[in-house]
């Protein structure tokens, strides 16, 4: 039997990455820009050489046809450091924007369609988004013992109430439309609803919130190994590279301005990247493309 909820909604219209590229080309360059980067962190022990290795003897070398990006105060080469660097940013956001939007999807889906446990788990989430993302990061890193691990867990906590906000807002709006209360009444079950007309419909607003909880996240491990709260001191990082260079900024300015602008570089793709998926996959956006 055929329910109303099955033929109210017209199939969605397909995505067409060929077509969003040619109507915005703020997609071809932000996923340009991202998939490099991405491949410079993937492919950095083909690029670059040893990041730990120590040369004393060259140290606060400024940037040569040797050292490209000069060295540090150790005589490490800041290339090798900022290539390997990516790595540690890019598991990063990448980690926590995908385990967010799962966790988050999941509360969203259950806080927006079924009232009883909306109240109950929202506040548990305004108790959350109440502290500072950083402090309460900061907080979890230092009763644990530091690692990439702990990291990424540290900064999913704080992104995840975001993401549920995003999802619940989006299915209180379809739980409310008239036909899924008709489906409803019906005698359409729960599961068949969510799986077939309102989990798709959370989809493309879940996509671009997550291409930002990314850029935060990256953020967000620069801020905390910059503070000495992320990773190890060993581990290259951009935000390890600029503490570290820090105290030789007015000397050697090439040990913080090239990590920094790395990270700039990613972060600006992946909001650029975001910023074209929401005019594309955002229907009010996409009728004036």
């Given at each position: 039997?055929?329910?109303l ?29 991202l ?13 670059a ?6 040369s ?6 400024p ?51 079924f ?8 506040r ?15 907080a979890?890193i230092?009763?644990?013992r ?5 990291v ?5 906590i ?17 739980r409310?439309q008239?036909y ?40 967000i491990e ?19 590279i600029i ?14 301005l ?30 004036r493309?």
């Open positions: 039997m055929t329910t909820a099955d033929t109210a909604i017209d199939p969605p219209r397909r995505f067409s990455l060929g077509t969003a590229i040619r109507r915005n080309p703020t997609i071809a360059f932000g996923g340009v820009l998939a490099i980067l991405v491949l410079v962190g993937v492919f950095a022990h083909l690029i050489g040893d990041p730990l290795r120590l004393p003897v060259n140290r606060l070398r940037p040569s046809e040797r050292w490209w990006f000069g060295t540090d105060q150790f005589g490490r080469d800041v290339f090798s450091r900022s290539v390997y660097g990516a790595r540690v940013s890019l598991i990063v956001g990448i980690s926590v924007a995908a385990i967010s939007c799962v966790l988050g999807l999941l509360l969203g889906l259950v806080c927006g369609y009232r009883r446990v909306d109240a109950i788990v929202m548990v989430m305004d108790g959350i988004m109440a502290i500072p993302s950083i402090l309460l990061a900061i979890l230092t009763l644990t530091p690692g990439l691990t702990i990424i867990i540290a900064i999913v704080p992104e995840v109430p975001r993401i549920v906000r995003v999802v619940r807002a989006v299915v209180l709006s379809i409310s008239p899924i209360e008709s489906a409803i009444a019906g005698g359409t079950k729960n599961a068949k609803l969510l799986w077939r007309h309102v989990l798709p419909n959370t989809m493309a607003p879940l996509i671009v919130q997550g291409t930002y909880v990314c850029a935060s996240a990256m953020l620069a801020g905390l190994s910059f503070l000495g709260a992320g990773v190890p001191p060993e581990v290259p990082s951009w935000g390890n503490a570290q260079g820090r105290t030789f900024f007015q000397i050697a300015p090439w040990t913080i090239i990590p920094g602008a790395f990270l700039a570089l990613t972060v600006l793709a992946v909001n650029l990247l975001g910023d074209g998926l929401r005019d594309r996959l955002d229907p009010r956006l996409a009728r493309l």
